[in-house]
């Protein structure tokens, strides 16, 4: 079955370390996004990319970095910077190329981080 | 920019009530419009979609209308149950097409009790 796998479901970091969020597709879509959720809050758009080897900046990208080195994978670096990282990380993917501009995007189950 | 306005929650509703949650949104140009649901501990899944004026989306007895004079989008359900218990989100896209990133509302937690 296609979809979007998010790795881990928890995590758990100290102060101060780096930790970094999987994100695959098997949906062979082109653009994939990572949003944070916190309670009342909604969801908050961190980064995403349209395209491989290209990526921007969302609404609230300071303390995260990215990759898109393949179709596939779209991994979020949680840096030491990031102030207050603890929260409820979507990854999502949608199709944008011509003859499949639905704009629906398709989630992940979530990662949970949590910083001790 | 483009945002999306949600009725605040939590609401709560006996199992079989009428459901309204409202959705105004402010978007330059022709956005597409959806509903997305949340259960507890999972992503979210879209639960209907309308990409233009007066188009009305639908899915397991929930239905919303796009309703451009009005910039709104407001979900509905005649009879509600217990699994609709949810968080739901209103969302657009800045252009038809669903080129640009989704805005989404800050979400309307329900709760249906029996």
């Known amino acids: 079955d296609g979809g979007i796998t998010q790795s881990p479901k928890y995590l758990f970091r100290k102060e101060g370390q780096n930790v970094t969020l999987s994100c695959e597709q098997n949906l062979n879509h082109d653009a994939m996004y990572w949003y944070r959720q916190d309670p009342g809050q909604g969801l908050r758009l961190i980064y995403y990319s349209q395209i491989v080897n290209d990526f921007q900046k969302g609404d609230i990208a300071e303390g995260y970095s990215v990759s898109r080195e393949k179709k596939e994978s779209f991994p979020l670096t949680v840096t030491s910077a990031q102030k207050n990282p603890t929260a409820f990380y979507l990854c999502?993917?949608?199709?944008?190329?011509?003859?499949?501009?639905?704009?629906?995007?398709?989630f992940g189950e979530g990662s949970r981080l949590t910083v001790l | 920019g483009d945002s999306v306005t949600q009725m605040e929650g939590p609401v709560t509703l006996s199992e079989e009530a009428f459901l309204t949650i409202n959705c105004t949104y402010t978007a330059t140009g022709y956005p597409s419009l959806f509903w997305y649901v949340q259960y507890p501990g999972e992503g979210l899944q879209l639960l209907l979609k309308a990409t233009k004026a007066d188009d009305k989306g639908s899915n397991k007895g929930f239905e919303a209308t796009y309703r451009k004079e009005t910039t709104s989008f407001h979900l509905e359900k005649g009879s509600v149950q217990v699994s609709d218990s949810a968080v739901y989100f209103c969302?657009?896209?800045?252009?038809?097409?669903?080129?640009?990133?989704?805005?989404f509302g800050t979400g309307t937690r329900l709760t249906i009790i029996p």
């Open positions: 999502a993917s949608r199709q944008t190329s011509p003859g499949h501009r639905t704009g629906e995007l398709f």
């Open positions: 969302a657009l896209s800045g252009d038809r097409f669903g080129n640009e990133k989704l805005t």
